[in-house]
């Protein structure tokens, strides 16, 4: 544009637009008498938009780079397509494992920054029943929780959630091989 401005005494700019490419702009008060270097010319408000030879085969050049790059592309996202489908099963297993995690922990992080008092499901293979200091107890494999609450329906400050209507009733859960919840 410099080269051309210096050259024909034309004050150019280089313009682009994405269904044009790159493309040329004087100003429109020369009326169509450009010189014949400068061809396809179209008025638009106050410019005359137009090309050179050398800018038509230079805008030619970068959209074939531009369609090869986009093939390069796409052909690489393919590549990787094809590998994570064939490792689908271990990508859908990691992804269930960290969404267990992140659950655990959510709930570890509530149980430590609570004032309320949590118990822990005690889990036993004795064949007898104990009673522990903590307040569940265990026998053959059984899982018990004596004053337990749902970890869910209390809010993160250590206090009932608002669905709550009254105060809080524990529950005591008891889960063996013969016996479910």
């Known amino acids: ?23 040329l702009s004087v100003p429109a008060d020369l009326g169509l008498d450009l010189p014949q270097i400068f ?15 050398e800018v038509y085969s230079l805008n030619s050049r970068a959209q074939e780079n531009v369609q090869d790059l986009l093939m390069m592309t796409h052909s690489r996202i393919q590549e990787v397509l094809e590998v994570a489908r064939a490792h689908y099963d271990s990508l859908a297993s990691l992804s269930d494992a960290i969404a267990l995690l992140d659950m655990c922990h959510c709930f570890a992080d509530n149980v430590a920054s609570s004032r309320l008092p949590w118990c822990r499901p005690m889990l036993s293979n004795r064949d007898s029943i104990a009673n522990q200091d903590d307040g569940s107890f265990g026998r053959s494999g059984a899982m018990a929780i004596r004053n337990g609450r749902y970890a869910i329906d209390v809010s993160s400050n250590g206090t009932n ?20 919840f």
């Open 39 to 53: 061809i396809q010319p179209v008025k638009n408000g106050r410019f005359i938009h137009c090309s050179t030879e």
């Open 1 to 23: 544009a410099d080269e051309y401005s210096e050259t024909y005494d034309i004050n150019v700019q280089v313009k682009e637009t994405t269904s044009r490419g790159y493309y």
């Open 161 to 180: 959630s608002p669905s709550d209507c009254g105060d809080f009733v524990p529950n005591d859960t008891y889960s063996s091989a013969l016996q479910n």
